[in-house]
């Protein structure tokens, strides 16, 4: 779209437009507000003459009606907000992440440009040349000196006598009596008697809905 000076408009920004859906979704929060606080009211007035003035409480409860429809389209429209700001979001992080990849690949080349396979293969093998002398040294140092004469069989019949004495030990062990306590049954939960109002042939929406309010108030 063009201006009076022939310049084209700038296109809203993805944060341009998040934060007008917002201001949106506020608006509607209000409307939303606005209009349960109409049904309460119906709602109420339908209560207050269910007995004395029943075309008045029937006209209430069809106000109530119209009310409740205007709410479901407001909720519709929320819905429809709502999925458009979690789109854009979504396109907000996608291309956060697609410029954080290319600073990461630019990244990578500037680290391997001093770094060829030839050099990796000579380093690795210099390593492991470095890790089989450090084994065999290691290995050197972890010889005995000599002079401290150990007899296996001494060994292996010391560790055999910790082994029985750990048997005889457990088997000569006193088990510890199991506590319990004794179930009690529970009382059986009487039942409850339910009844729905059976609705009367030919009513309307609103006559069933005001028979049901009389129900309820005299339970």
Request: avoid cysteine.
């Amino acid at each position: 779209m063009f201006n009076l000076f022939g310049k084209k408009k700038a296109e809203p920004t993805p944060r341009d437009s998040i934060i007008k859906l917002r201001e949106t979704l506020d608006t509607l929060d209000k409307r939303e507000a606005h209009i349960e606080s109409k049904i309460n009211k119906e709602l109420a007035t339908a209560k207050k003459y269910s007995k004395t003035n029943r075309r008045q409480a029937l006209a209430a409860l069809k106000r109530k009606k119209v009310y409740e429809n205007q709410l479901n389209q407001l909720a519709g429209s929320r819905m429809t907000l709502e999925q458009q700001i979690m789109s854009l979001e979504m396109a907000s992080t996608n291309v956060q992440v697609l410029e954080a990849a290319r600073a990461g690949a630019a990244g990578l080349r500037q680290a391997h440009n001093n770094m060829t396979i030839d050099d990796v293969e000579d380093t690795l093998d210099e390593v492991r040349e470095q890790q089989d002398i450090a084994a065999e040294i290691g290995e050197a140092l972890s010889q005995p000196l000599g002079g401290l004469d150990m007899d296996e069989d001494d060994l292996e019949a010391e560790l055999e006598a910790m082994e029985q004495q750990a048997l005889d030990d457990e088997f000569l062990g006193v088990e510890a009596p199991s506590t319990s306590l004794p179930s009690v049954a529970l009382p059986a939960t009487p039942n409850v008697p339910t009844h729905t109002p059976v609705a009367a042939a030919g009513e309307t929406d609103e006559e069933r809905e005001l028979r049901e309010l009389e129900a309820s108030m005299m339970a």
